[in-house]
Each structure stands twice: as structure tokens, then as C-alpha cells.
């Protein structure tokens, strides 16, 4: 059975990036009935933050997907620095005592020219490296990456297929800093190894470290795990999302207060990047375990659409609209109930006329906020007018029959969907007037929406004592 993990940094908000390797990685377990790991890498201690640890919570925790083992880097501290120094013992790695500088203990190829390593370092005697250890000169542990043979590191990614680098152009990466804290490789390797981690599952910017985790992984004689990089997200521009620059729009909890429903999310998420073979859109949760695999993955990266006006990509707001729409009424109305009240609206209905309420209103909205703001007149009567819906309310001869309707069905004893608009269409009729101006002038006296459900639905839903009175007052 495979085991996957996630294993984000607490240096800030649950990342959507971050958010969809986590749904990828527990869609991979479920659907092969593994086991999904979620361990916290939080051995960069400058950076992290309590408040980021409990974000990262939150966002999980509203997404409502579960992991099966938990863990925390900074309490494994002995075992990464046990394996580095196994590394050392069996002569890959050794000891680099050439005096810091600012960054220079993790210091990469990319990021410091042409450097891959220190020869004098590198080539210092075992008694001659001990008695200076000894003596207590501080060193950084380096791995020896291989440079006497014409060598390339490969392997076969379930996303990008083969991959491969010349040991030549591999720096001597550090395994531990001068304080001895493990860096992230030698951190990230040894937790992966001792918790068994089958399938690495993680954005396609690791993949350049993926090339240093398999020397490490055969220096310590443990088995590849299988590696899957996912594209990453980008901008409307082409920049890669950032918290930095990009802000609140990278959040999973902008959606959360933006009225998404969790699943809803998680479908749109999955859909940045990979897509089931039939081209579906709206799948459920378990559709979603059922179909994903690696072979749905892109290789391009997905654009999160995205303006300063509006944070929110359309394809959400409709693929979100899309799921209130056919989500059990027994899921919805709770939901729907919370939304409502906490916006510090009542509920004139029981809880029968409720369901028909909502199952009414659903048609016409796209996130839970919509129930109390497009669908506010529904439980209160104080609401505001839309523009549009005033300048249907203010048609000609509109205003005048629409109080006469009131009085029209205040005086008879039935009020369905039938008769209200036998009385609208015979009112019309008498006046002069085409139905459509009463239709959707009383859509505007009774909700202040210029669109919304059918106007006959409307009248039912918003009840008899309501709608005339709300009529008898435009």
C-alpha cells in the first residue's frame, strides 16, 4: 500500500499551490487505500510561526480531508542528524571548515555561480578533519558528490518522465549547518526513509532537488520512493503565485470567506493541473478518488484567473454554483441555516418551507454569502434596491398595478404559483400592459433583485401576508 505525505513549512497561510499537492496526495492514497502522512517541516526555526502552523490547520481543516499519521520535524532532530553522520561514516560526506559567510552554508550552484565545492575542503585528511572538529572549530557537513566518474543521476518522474543531471553540475550541498541543524535535504530524506514514504507527490520547482535526495537515498542504501511533480500555478501574467506578491489571492482561506463550499473548492483545485480522461468538471469527492491518477497530470502549468478588482477565478465562482445546485438538500440547508443567521437574518419559515425555500433560491446563486445578500428579502424586510430591479419597478404603469395586485390577492383564498399568475396575466390584460413588465416588476417590489427565481416561485416563497404587503407599499 503507498504512503504519501505532505510536508509544508509553517512560514505563512495555506497556499492554494500547497492546498492542491496535499488534495493530490490524498486523492493518490485513498484511491490505492494507502496511508497519507502530514508532517509539519518545521526545522527552520527564524521562519515559523505559530500563526502559520494554525493556518495551515484551518485551511485543512475547512477542506474537511483528514491524514492518517501525524508529525513534526523539530521533534526528529536525532534521527536526521544520525543518518547524516551515517553518511559521513560510509565517506559520503565530509566535514567543510572554510569560514561562513552570509548564506553560504546551503548555498546552491544556481545561486552562487560557478561553485560545487571547496577542494581544499573536500580533500582534507580523516585525523586532520577530526582534530579540528575536536578542537572545536566549526564546519558545515557536506555531501561528496561523486566527481571522478562521467556520471548522471536519473530517474523516471510519473509526471515528467525521465529526468537527468551530470553529477558535475551538483554542488556539495550541506547536510548539516555549522549549529548542527539539519537543512531541508538532509531533513526532508531522512524523515521520507524512516516513515516509508512511497510516492513523493510535490510541485515541479523541487524537481532540481530531487537529483540530491537520490544521493542521499543511495548513500544511506534505502529504496527511491517514486517521485510525481506537479505543474505549478500561475498568474494571469505568467508569474509564479506568490504570498509575496499576490497576497490574499493565494490564500485557501480567501475562498473560505468568499461563501466556497469545501468540495466545491477541492474540485476546482484539482481540475489547475490535471483533468480525468472524459473531460468531466464537476465530480464529488469520491468521483474524484475514483478517477485521479498521474496520467490525468498535466505537465504545463494552470492559470489561476484573477484581477485586483476580484481575487476569486470565475471557473470557482461557477464550478462552486454548479455544486449548490445538486448537493443534497440535507447537506445544503445547514449549511445555508448557518449562513443566514450569523448574518444576524431570521427564518420565517418552518423547517419543510425552508428546504423548498433554499432548493428554490440555489438555482440562481453561485456561493453560500448570495443566501443572505442576493436572497436577503427572502428573511427580512429590510433590503436594498438594485438599480436594474428599480428601473423595472419604475416602468410605466408598473408601480400603479403592482399595488392593485396586492389588493387583488389579499381578497382571494388561494395563492399558488397558478393563480397568482392567472391574476397577474388577467391585471395585465385589463391595463394594457405585457405581462413581462408586471413579472418582473414584482420580482423588484419583493426582493430588490433584478433576476432570481421564477416570479411565481418568488411570491410563494417570500408568503402570502409578505408579498401583498410589500406590494400595496412600491
Known amino acids: ?71 513534526r520535524q523539530s521533534e526528529r532532530l536525532d534521527l536526521h542528524q544520525k543518518m547524516a553522520w551515517q553518511i559521513f561514516a560510509s565517506g559520503h560526506a565530509y566535514r567543510d571548515f572554510t569560514p561562513a559567510h552570509q548564506g553560504d552554508e546551503d548555498r546552491t550552484g544556481a ?54 543531471k551530470s553529477v558535475n553540475d551538483i554542488e556539495d550541498f550541506a547536510l548539516l549547518r555549522s549549529n548542527g541543524a539539519p537543512t531541508y535535504h538532509m531533513a526532508s530524506c531522512a524523515d521520507d526513509i524512516d516513515l516509508k514514504i512511497s510516492h513523493v507527490i510535490r510541485g515541479q520547482d523541487h524537481l532540481t532537488n530531487t537529483f540530491k535526495h537520490i544521493l542521499i537515498f543511495e548513500a544511506l542504501g534505502a529504496a527511491l520512493p517514486t517521485f510525481a511533480h506537479l505543474p ?25 470567506a468568499a461563501g466556497f463550499l469545501p468540495h466545491a473548492y477541492i474540485n476546482f483545485l484539482c481540475l489547475l493541473g490535471w483533468s480525468p480522461k472524459d473531460n468531466r468538471e464537476q465530480m464529488s469527492l469520491q468521483e474524484l478518488i ?41 447537506e445544503l440547508a445547514p449549511i445555508a441555516r448557518e449562513r443566514i443567521l450569523a448574518a444576524g437574518l431570521s427564518i420565517p419559515y418552518s423547517d419543510a418551507e425552508f428546504l423548498v425555500v433554499v432548493d428554490v433560491l440555489r438555482a440562481r446563486l453561485a456561493t453560500l ?15 436594498e434596491m438594485n438599480p436594474t430591479a428599480l428601473e423595472r419597478l419604475n416602468a410605466p404603469g408598473a ?47 419583493l426582493t430588490g433583485q433584478p433576476a432570481g427565481p421564477s416570479a411565481f416561485h418568488v411570491f ?9 404587503e410589500r406590494l400595496q407599499k412600491v
Do not use: C
Request: a negative charge; charged letters at 25%; hydrophobic letters at 40%.
Open 1 to 71: 500500500m503507498p504512503r504519501v505525505r505532505f510536508a509544508p513549512s509553517p512560514t505563512g497561510y495555506l497556499h492554494i499551490g500547497s492546498a492542491r499537492t496535499f488534495i493530490f496526495n490524498w486523492l493518490y492514497a485513498r484511491h490505492n487505500h494507502g496511508t497519507m502522512v502530514l508532517r509539519i517541516d518545521d526545522t527552520d526555526v527564524e521562519r515559523n510561526t505559530e500563526v502559520s502552523l494554525n493556518s495551515i490547520f484551518d485551511g485543512l481543516k475547512w477542506l474537511g480531508l483528514s491524514w492518517d499519521e501525524f508529525y
Open 111 to 164: 545561486g552562487s555561480g560557478t561553485w560545487l565545492f571547496n577542494s581544499d575542503a573536500r580533500e582534507l585528511g580523516a585525523e586532520e578533519s577530526q582534530r579540528r572538529a575536536d578542537g572545536g572549530e566549526p564546519f558545515v557537513l557536506r555531501f561528496r558528490v561523486p566527481r571522478h566518474e562521467a556520471r548522471y543521476i536519473k530517474f523516471a518522474d510519473a509526471v515528467y518522465a525521465t529526468q537527468s
Open 232 to 256: 505549478l500555478l500561475i498568474a494571469p501574467d505568467g508569474a509564479k503565485l506568490s504570498k509575496r506578491k499576490h497576497g490574499p489571492v493565494v490564500s485557501v482561506m480567501t475562498y473560505e
Open 290 to 330: 475514483d478517477v485521479f491518477s498521474f496520467e490525468g497530470i498535466n505537465r504545463s502549468n494552470a492559470v489561476v484567473n484573477f484581477s485586483e478588482a476580484d481575487p476569486i477565478d470565475p471557473k470557482a465562482t461557477w464550478l462552486n454554483g454548479q455544486h449548490l445546485r445538486t448537493m443534497p438538500m440535507e
Open 369 to 383: 454569502h448570495d443566501f443572505a445578500t442576493l436572497s436577503r428579502a427572502y428573511f427580512t424586510d429590510d433590503y
Open 399 to 445: 408601480r400603479e398595478s403592482l399595488r392593485e395586485l396586492g389588493v387583488r390577492l389579499a381578497a382571494t383564498s388561494e395563492f399558488t404559483e397558478a393563480s397568482i399568475e392567472a391574476e397577474l396575466r388577467k391585471l395585465a390584460e385589463e391595463r394594457g400592459l405585457k405581462a413581462g413588465i408586471l413579472i418582473n416588476g414584482s420580482r423588484a417590489a
Open 460 to 468: 410563494t416563497a417570500i408568503g402570502r401576508e409578505r408579498s401583498i
